[in-house]
């Protein structure tokens, strides 16, 4: 960056964003985003010639399993373990509001 980042600077991109920064917030943001912006000059002074653009640092892969059809556990059974079922479902008790 040719020259640094100034208060007028950060104060004007706030009113933009419609953010409201007190004294101290903007004097904090001012270094904070200039800090990033001398990271980012940095980062375009690197010679990337012959690297290829990517969207992702590592190839993505597939990591779900496949889908596979199982037998599955007799809902009667499971209900069988509850504490309290009532017509085919888990009766739990209400913890909001009152019992109708």
């Known amino acids: 960056m040719t020259e640094p980042l100034s208060r007028e600077d950060v104060s004007h991109v706030a009113k933009l964003a419609r953010l ?3 004294e101290e917030e903007l004097v904090r943001y001012t270094e904070q985003l200039g800090k990033i912006l ?3 000059q940095d980062l375009n002074s690197l010679d990337l010639a012959g690297v ?4 992702h640092p ?23 373990e509850a504490p309290d079922a009532e017509d085919g ?12």
């Open 20 to 22: 409201r920064l007190t």
């Open 38 to 40: 001398v990271h980012a």
């Open 52 to 55: 290829a653009p990517t969207a």
């Open 58 to 80: 590592f190839g993505l892969v597939n990591v779900v399993r496949q889908d596979e059809v199982h037998p599955s556990i007799d809902p009667a059974a499971v209900l069988a």
């Open 89 to 100: 479902r888990f009766a739990v008790p209400r913890i909001v509001g009152e019992a109708p």
